[in-house]
């Protein structure tokens, strides 16, 4: 049986000079830039000495998670809590707080089913990492 997955590109747009911070098409020129490929995989494994292996292999999921997790560790942060699903956490968080997203337009977005029967997407607003609730008499206020 062969499965056919349908996935939709994403389309990278340059965010203003504010966010060039987190603005993956200024990242991805960037990459381009430093690492010199012109052909093959975007992101290869990683060598010894933190250079590009020379064979076209792609990284793994486990290699990328070894890499984020020394650089969480080089900011003095304790990697326990973080995974690769941090990246989807971290983005769907981003997109409905700092962008305003509605949930349907972020489920889109990240190929989640727009039903809402299961909440997959609520496991991506809510992590255990986010900070304690903020107090009651706070909602409201117009001066945070």
């Known amino acids: 049986m062969r499965c056919i997955i ?3 590109p994403f389309y990278l747009w340059v965010l203003p000079s504010d966010e060039a911070h987190i603005c993956p098409a200024q990242a991805l020129a960037a990459w381009l830039r430093e690492s010199t490929l012109t052909t093959g995989y975007l992101f290869r494994k990683v060598a010894s000495g933190d ?23 080089d900011t003095n942060i304790d990697p326990a809590p973080y995974g690769t699903h941090s990246f989807c956490r971290g983005g769907c968080q981003y997109l409905h707080v700092e962008r305003h997203w509605h949930l349907r337009r972020i489920c889109e977005w990240g190929g989640w089913s727009t039903e809402f029967t299961n909440m997959t997407i609520v496991k991506y607003l809510i992590s255990s990492n986010d900070d304690p609730m903020e107090p009651r008499e706070h909602f409201f206020n117009p001066n945070q």
């Not at 250079?51 to 560790?73: K, M, R, V």
């Open 51 to 73: 250079h590009i292996a020379e064979a076209n292999s792609p990284i793994s999921s486990e290699q990328f998670l070894e890499l984020f997790w020394n650089n969480l560790l």
């Open 6 to 8: 349908d996935i939709k």
